[in-house]
């Protein structure tokens, strides 16, 4: 099971800010064929991680480890 994640804005790769959001994280390694499990275990691990203004390039290089 999944822990809340904090509220973070995140930095695209076009520099743009926006709003992390876990559901489009979950939605997309669900896609790529990522079990529910292992997506669980990513976003358990990313809130330890994340912090504001954090690149998605970053956010997605935590989801691969």
């Known amino acids: 099971q999944t822990c809340a994640l904090p509220i973070f804005n995140i930095r695209k790769s076009s520099g ?9 994280l ?17 976003l358990n ?4 991680k994340i912090v504001e203004g954090m690149p998605t390039s970053r956010i997605y290089r935590i989801a691969l480890e």
């Open 26 to 42: 979950k939605h997309s390694l669900l896609k790529s064929g990522a079990s529910e499990a292992v997506v669980n275990q990513v």
């Open 45 to 48: 691990r990313l809130k330890e």
């Open 16 to 24: 743009e800010e926006e709003r992390f959001s876990s559901e489009k």
